[in-house]
């Protein structure tokens, strides 16, 4: 099963250096946490089946990496300046400070007193100083969301690749925004990065569009182990959708600490590349009395046709990379009782996403020539590109394998007397034992013919998919 609290995950990823608290050693950042060692690695490999899904498979999906850095008038014109915003309410008796929403029966979470302010609009987008003079003329934002970026770089995006609709620019990359109260380990967070995609398409095939994308979406997080008992379809209301938004589709996941957002599928229709289109002209005229509006570049596309150029809807898929690693975590962890009676904690990771693919374990450390083989099979199998292949050298194969259970790793291979011909058995010369994860079974393998049972095994899973 699934993990059930959201302390048993902490654990694990602080034990076994997947997530730490960010500056931990002066009392941590609120807020802000630190991939570790094998963190640092799922995310990457979620990001990777991410991105290979997105842009290397389909044909109609360019990439993109935008700065953080964002200019004011693109999160004016966005409308993020006026309506980013979540309601804060403040605990008079405690001083604490939390959003509405989070206010239940009106009483403060933290003291339960009553004694509350009324909401009030509080702004969540970092800002900064551009340059060293501090004024109100010289400061950016922070970029709340990847997406703005892949607007204002529309026109740029066409241009150099004559794209024509139905197209898409998709982008991975950092987002900030100051929560009022961050919460649930790495759910809600100041500091986080995101996978987003913008599908431009033709206006009255948008409907369209927008339910295929969202059929897409729950496949893939099927296909990174999710299953359909945790996943669920939330259409928005009327009265919940963003200002720019026609309709929101939430996937959303059981987390340890309940049913929450996973990804929104959004349909942006032309707000942001009409409101940038016309407002970024609109500045360019004033300040060049010699312009006319024609010389101005509008953020349209043509069709290849003798159509005129339109300003084209968007479809926008968007999926915070930490809850994705919260609920791959999540999904995966999974506590046994073994038939001797003892316990193992294991994270049946979908292998492609595994921090680890493979753990070469030489039986004896001391034995030189089980470390030279172990080490020469280490080197053979990272030419394979399958990921990160890790020498394990703690001397106690029991302890070992419950490492690599924890962390994921699908595949041990265990080199001892046997292997080097010091064993029992001479027939087993040049040979390696290979334990699986989840069965705990094992198997002895030829060294020469561990490449091709690697390839076919991991091709194996990448090719897995899981039904809808």
Known sequence: MPAKTMDSLVSLCKRRGFIYPGSEIYGGLQGVYDYGPLGVELKNNLKTAWWRCMVYERDD??????????????LRHSGHEATFTDPMVDCKDCKSRWRADQIKNGKCERCGGSNLTEPRPFNLM??????????ENNFAYLRPE???????????????????LPFGIAQIGKAFRNEITPRNFIFRVREFEQMEMEFFVRPGTDEEWHKKWVDDRVQWWKNQGLTSDNLQLYYQTKEELAHYAKATVDILYRFPHGL???EGIANRTDFDLGSHSKNSSELNLTARVDANEDSIAKLTITDGQENPPIVPFVIEPSAGVDRGVLAVLTEAYTEEQLENGTQ????????????????????????????????????????????????????????????????????????????????????????????????MKQIRLAIDKLPEYLREYFQESANKKERV
């Open 344 to 439: 193992r904690i294991v994270l049946k990771l979908k292998p492609h996403l595994s921090p680890i693919k493979v753990a070469v374990i030489p039986l004896a450390r001391n034995n030189p020539d089980i470390v030279t083989v172990s080490k020469e099979i280490k080197a053979s199998l990272l030419k394979l590109g399958i990921g990160r292949i890790f020498f394990e050298d703690s001397g106690n194969i029991g302890k070992s394998y419950r490492r690599h259970d924890e962390v994921g790793t699908p595949l041990c291979i265990t080199v001892d007397y046997d292997t080097i011909g010091k064993g029992e058995q001479a027939e087993l010369k040049d040979t390696v034992t290979i334990r699986d994860r989840d069965t």
């Open 260 to 262: 929450e957002e996973l």
């Open 146 to 164: 990847t997406a703005q970026g892949i607007f204002s770089n529309f026109k740029n995006v066409v241009d150099s690749t004559s794209r024509k």
């Open 126 to 135: 970092f800002k900064t100083t551009v340059g060293p003079i501090a004024d």
């Open 61 to 74: 999906i360019e990439g993109l990496d935008a700065s953080i850095l964002t200019h004011r008038f693109v």
